[in-house]
């Protein structure tokens, strides 16, 4: 607990000291600054990590902290330079009061459902990406290479060794929070698994709450109720976040999309300063950072970015035109001017060839058009539980809109992302690419994004409601503290119908809750009945790493019995940690040669040539007993990889020639090459 707390404190700090110092440069509100800090902190962390790469500097984690607060409080120097009423801020004023619920409501239901549902601070997610997420921030703590150009499952000493399969040592990859959550790794000599917890806990539990509050301060233009409103919304969807921690797990994609309603704050900000009084160098630099930032931790919350601030941006900018005297012929000229240079741009960007990769992935569609109406209206999504009362909040929030005619905007922004769902799930074409590419074409993303766009006009549709209750108490609460304890009141109503409806309506509901779904699958991702890298798996490669001479040689495994995880979990120097990439034209052919024919090293000089080019001294074996056998924690499709891709290996037993048994625990075996 002591480890894990501490770990929760650094990250916080990490990301909102050096961040916050900057944001004061370019606003003047402390509280502002403190929600937008997140953004400058990864810009820079992804800017000295690159830095100190470059220049060959096997970097500390102490000395990127340290340089990054160095050169944050410079920048705060010269904040000085930058006062007076050019320097951006809400247009009315901030009531720092309302952060308050945010921050409440966010540690407290992240507590209770994510870490809650934690079996250990250091268990994990036992799901594909996470191999990748583990053994990356593991490689980065262990290796000093926090540089995002040149990211990967090995440090640099073990793949210029040979151990790693792939000819590519490192490749580019948005990985600032990655590299993030390696200084906690590193710092505490924490495991990669307790600092990539104690990360989800700062994203989710406190960045994302922050980052909301910050955005909806914009929109409702410091209306205190609407605000205090979006403190009880923020977390309910379970497309986002919730849904981020049981599929992939997408976590760095949870990093940039906890970000996204700050960058939502910068781009409005950025519209209104250009067109009350031209263009200047620090809305540009602004801009600049919040790109640099939003790209380094995933490149599609910069078209997120886009996608919920474009009728917002389009609205302000029609406003604000009306006000210095512009015709409304011209408004409307200068409006979609620019709404068409935005669509231009995407269209580009998606021919570009960078992307193509990401626009033509192969999602497959999942459900038929009526569904996908459904799942929308009723905000199931892909969890297949329907919100009703937050779909009710949401329709509600619309209404209000529309009839009071304020904030249609967000109607606009919502109703693209729905659309943009509703094609997603429907179809695999053209179309789809074009429109959801840029989030690889995965539902998952794309319902994330509904959330985001939805948590304002849920926010309205909660208010919406306390004032229509307020108006059946006229009487009774006209003023005073009965407005408030009614105001309350109709909060923690709401706070229990959307996340634990069965203490309001009793055992009796007849359907699984949203949340209960939530908690239930994370629960089950970290239970140790349900582990692929089990607890006497673990237990036996942390034994096994005793036995093992330190010459730096590598282990050769077979990821799919659970060994994937045992570089990120335990420090085990794996050969093979990925699900996937085998037998693609990045592999080397030692690598090939060592999955397909280790075991017959004893006469095949081949082999022994590719085991010392890999630097391979030993064999990891955890299901040794393969496809059906008692104790094998191997699924089907896996072991039939293990079988055809890694024949070389399987098939060693504790008769092939070759090879010494060190270490032999039930199925599990751990051999010392002997050539």
């Known amino acids: 607990m002591a480890v894990f707390s501490l770990a929760v404190l650094f990250i916080t700090i990490v990301l909102y000291l050096p961040g ?40 500390k984690w102490w000395m990127l902290v340290i340089a990054a607060t160095v050169i944050s409080a410079v920048i705060y120097h010269f904040r000085n330079a930058a006062a007076g009423p050019k320097r951006m801020s809400i247009a009315s004023g901030i009531d720092w009061k309302t952060v308050v619920p945010y921050v409440v409501f966010g540690v407290v239901i992240t507590g209770f459902f994510f870490v809650g549902s934690l079996n250990g601070f250091s268990s994990f997610a036992q799901l594909f990406d996470n191999a990748s997420h583990l053994n990356g921030i593991k490689a980065m703590a262990d290796g000093g290479n926090y540089s995002i150009l040149s990211f990967g499952s090995f440090t640099l ?4 060794s040979g151990i790693s399969p792939s000819g590519e040592l490192t490749h580019f990859y948005p990985a600032a929070w990655h590299l ?9 000599g924490a495991s990669a698994a307790l600092a990539e917890n104690a990360s989800i806990v700062v994203m989710v539990g406190l960045v994302f709450p922050l980052s909301m509050w910050l955005l909806l301060t914009k929109v409702f233009d410091g209306n205190r109720r609407l605000i205090v409103c979006g403190s009880v919304c923020t977390l309910a969807f379970s497309a986002f ?7 992939g797990p997408l976590y760095s994609n949870l990093a940039a999309f906890v970000v996204v309603p700050a960058g939502v704050f910068v781009t409005i900000s950025f519209i209104e300063s250009c067109c009350s009084g031209g263009i200047r160098v620090r809305d540009l630099l602004v801009v600049l950072v919040m790109g640099v930032a939003l790209a380094s931790l995933q490149p599609n919350a910069v078209f997120s970015v886009a996608v919920l601030s474009a009728p917002i941006c389009a609205g302000t900018m029609v406003k604000l035109l009306a006000e210095r005297g512009v015709s409304a012929k011209k408004r409307k000229s200068i409006a979609a001017a620019a709404i068409g240079a935005v669509l231009i741009a995407w269209v580009l960007l998606w021919m570009a060839p960078p992307f193509s990769s990401m626009v033509s992935y192969p999602w497959p569609a999942t459900a038929e058009e009526g569904q996908a109406f459904f799942d929308v209206a009723t905000l199931a999504m892909m969890s297949g539980v329907p919100q009703w009362v937050l779909g009710m909040l949401v329709l509600s929030g619309a209404i209000w809109a529309f009839v009071k005619k304020r904030n249609r905007a967000l109607i606009v922004s919502y109703g693209i992302c729905a659309v943009m769902f509703f094609i997603c799930v429907v179809s695999d074409g053209t179309l789809r690419s074009l429109i959801d590419g840029f989030w690889y074409n995965d539902a998952y993303r794309i319902a994330a994004l509904v959330a985001l766009a939805g948590i304002p006009l849920a926010s309205m549709g909660l208010c919406a409601i306390c004032d229509l209750v307020d108006g059946l108490l006229h009487g009774l609460c006209e003023k005073g503290p009965g407005k408030r304890i009614v105001f309350a009141a109709a909060m923690g109503l709401a706070f229990m119908l959307l996340y634990f409806p069965r203490g309001i309506i009793g055992h ?23 582990r692929r890298y089990a607890v006497d798996e673990e237990e036996f490669v942390c034994r096994a790493m005793e036995l093992i001479d330190d010459d730096g040689k590598g282990i050769a495994n077979i990821p799919y019995d659970g060994s994937v995880f045992a570089y990120g979990a335990n420090g085990a120097k794996t ?14 052919s030692e690598s090939v040669l060592l999955r397909t024919s280790l075991s017959d090293i004893a006469h095949n000089d081949d082999v022994k040539e590719a085991v010392r080019l890999m630097n391979v001294g030993y064999v990891l074996k ?29 098939s060693i037993n504790d008769d092939t020639p070759g090879f010494d048994l060190v270490l032999s625990e039930g199925d599990m075996r751990l051999y010392r090459i002997a050539f």
Not at 38 to 47: C, D, E, G, V
Not at 508 to 530: A, I, K, N
Request: hydrophobic share 45%; proline share 3%; aromatic share 18%.
């Open 622 to 650: 955890l299901d040794s007993g393969g496809l059906g056998a008692e104790e094998s924690t191997l699924d089907d499709d896996q072991a039939v990889y293990a079988e055809s891709e890694f024949q070389g290996i399987n």
């Open 508 to 530: 009796e509901l007849g359907w699984y809750t949203p949340f209960e779904d939530v908690r239930g699958r994370l629960c089950w991702l970290s239970s140790s009945d349900t």
């Open 20 to 59: 916050f110092l900057i944001a004061r440069f370019f606003y003047r509100d402390n509280m502002v600054a403190i929600a937008v800090a997140p953004l400058p902190s990864f810009a820079l962390y992804a800017i000295l990590g690159i830095f100190f790469n470059c220049i060959g500097l096997g970097a």
């Open 575 to 588: 050969v093979y940690r990925s699900y996937f990439g085998y037998g693609g034209s990045d592999e080397k």
């Open 241 to 247: 976040p919730w849904y981020f921690l049981v599929f």
């Open 157 to 160: 000493e073990d793949s210029r």
């Open 180 to 188: 993030v959550t390696a200084l906690a790794c590193a710092a505490l």
